[in-house]
T-cell receptor, first 112, second 112 residues
Framework: KNEVEQSPQNLTAQEGEFITINCSYS?????LHWLQQHPGGGIVSLFM???GKKKHGRLIATINIQEKHSSLHITASHPRDSAVYIC??????????????FGSGTQLTVLP | DVKVTQSSRYLVKRTGEKVFLECVQD?????MFWYRQDPGLGLRLIYF???????EKGDIPEGYSVSREKKERFSLILESASTNQTSMYLC???????????FGPGTRLTVL
């Protein structure tokens, strides 16, 4: 069983819709990351969470540590939001090079 | 702006060839990482480095080696390429103790 599970794997929405992508994990973590990957490969970090909620523009990320669950929400979705969204968790480590374990990603397509 | 560059966007090699993938970052980051990304499997850590000449195995190091002779440069080496190493390879860097990993654009390697 993967340590990080994302759902759905694929999501198609109409422009303007509210979108939710879910991430569940099975291990204790120190932080959870949401990343965005556009066609062509480049990955950008969107959020890092250890508790509660963060908002950046139309993107909102929440985490429930007790339930080992996080959600990424996109309000008023736009075709430019079409990308793969990746959840990654960071375990506890005494070293500085803290490693991430990644989910397999959610392919989002927003239609005009 | 942090910049992580990779030597090639696309690379085609033959089975048995020695392959070098180069990654350079310009922000004096201590930590550097090599991942491969395959459909349905997400990103998997091959090797990482937390300092010059220091390296640690990730989850899937078999068939790979790395070199970090200078702080800004982290090389991934396939000693004898095989077809199952056909993949997207992504490099990332991170300042020690800081949360965000910065990713390069990726190298899509095809081994024939």
């Amino acid at each position: 069983k993967n340590e990080v599970e994302q759902s759905p794997q694929n999501l198609t929405a109409q422009e303007g819709e509210f979108i939710t992508i879910n991430c569940s994990y099975s291990v204790g973590i120190s932080a959870l990351h949401w990343l965005q990957q556009h066609p062509g490969g480049g990955i950008v970090s969107l959020f890092m969470l250890s508790s509660g909620k963060k908002k950046h523009g139309r993107l909102i990320a929440t985490i429930n540590i007790q339930e080992k669950h996080s959600s990424l929400h996109i309000t008023a979705s736009h075709p430019r939001d079409s990308a793969v969204y990746i959840c990654a968790v960071e375990g506890y480590s005494s070293g500085s090079a803290r490693q991430l374990t990644f989910g397999s990603g959610t392919q989002l397509t927003v239609l005009p | 702006d942090v910049k992580v560059t990779q030597s090639s966007r696309y690379l085609v090699k033959r089975t048995g060839e020695k392959v070098f993938l180069e990654c350079v970052q310009d922000m004096d980051h201590e930590n550097m990482f090599w991942y491969r990304q395959d459909p349905g499997l997400g990103l998997r850590l091959i090797y990482f480095s937390y300092d010059v000449k220091m390296k640690e195995k990730g989850d899937i190091p078999e068939g790979y080696s790395v070199s970090r002779e200078k702080k800004e440069r982290f090389s991934l080496i396939l000693e004898s390429a095989s077809t199952n190493q056909t993949s997207m390879y992504l490099c990332a860097s991170r300042l020690a103790g800081v949360d965000t990993q910065y990713f390069g654009p990726g190298t899509r390697l095809t081994v024939l």
